[in-house]
């Protein structure tokens, strides 16, 4: 079967950093999303990553690696308006997107 | 660009009682998609469409029904409403590849059925 995993919940401190970890099971690979969704709204996009590596894009960076199924989104310098949920989501072979349940992460002052 | 929009923001429903969610975007994107989100679940897809006149199952389509007559609109139908159709409903869009694989999101409909 298809399987996102991610853990529930995270705490961080303001200013610090902090990695969300996410393992996939799927049939056939797309490329890797991250999304942010605040309480009530809608998600939002992050990232994407296709091939092994590391992508940043300003205080956030998200690493793949294929062979091992896994991915990190690694947050620096936390504001308390990062405190949302992270999702990640794989692209299947048909080109579907598979959801994890998503990470809630708190900032504390 | 509005993006994707999305009526009702809010609904409240009574068991057996049947309506209509729409969803247009103004991108001019192919791809269309409706997902329920439920409290501690993945986003779970419903329906998805990748072009006018061309729809198709997702993971969970029993209990809903779906048209796509414009590159536009894509409305979500609900015949016979049932408590656990009680979700937040999201509608969704993309054009073609790479980065370009990324959905963008309506604000969502959330819908209680009692």
């Known amino acids: 079967g298809q399987n996102i995993d991610q853990p529930t919940e995270m705490t961080a401190t303001e200013g610090a950093i902090v990695q969300i970890n996410c393992t996939y099971q799927?049939?056939?690979?797309?490329?890797l999303f991250w999304y942010q969704q605040h309480a009530g709204e809608a998600p939002t996009f992050l990232s994407y990553?296709?091939l092994d590596g590391l992508e940043e894009k300003g205080r956030f960076s998200s690493f793949l690696s294929r062979s091992k199924g896994y991915s990190y989104l690694l947050l620096k310098e936390l504001q308390m308006k990062d405190s949302a949920s992270y999702l990640c989501?794989?692209?299947?072979?048909?080109?579907?997107?598979?959801w994890g349940a998503g990470t809630k992460l708190i900032i504390k002052p | 660009n509005a993006g994707v929009t999305q009526t009702p923001k809010f609904r409240i429903l009574k068991i057996g009682q049947s309506m209509t969610l729409q969803c247009a975007q103004d991108?001019?994107?192919?791809?269309m998609y409706w997902y329920r989100q439920d409290p501690g679940m993945g986003l779970k897809l419903i329906y998805y469409?990748?072009?006018?006149?061309?729809?198709d199952k997702g993971e969970v389509p029993n209990g809903y029904n779906v048209s796509r007559s414009t590159t536009e609109d894509f409305p979500l139908r609900l015949e016979l409403a049932a408590p656990s159709q009680t979700s937040v409903y999201f509608c969704?869009?993309?054009?073609?590849?790479?980065?370009?694989?990324?959905?963008?999101f309506g604000p969502g409909t959330r819908l209680t059925v009692t």
């Open positions: 799927t049939s056939g690979f797309n490329g």
């Open positions: 991108m001019n994107h192919n791809y």
């Open positions: 469409s990748v072009g006018a006149g061309i729809t």
């Open positions: 989501a794989v692209m299947d072979s048909n080109y579907q997107l598979i």
């Open positions: 990553n296709v």
């Open positions: 969704a869009s993309r054009s073609g590849t790479g980065e370009a694989y990324e959905q963008y």
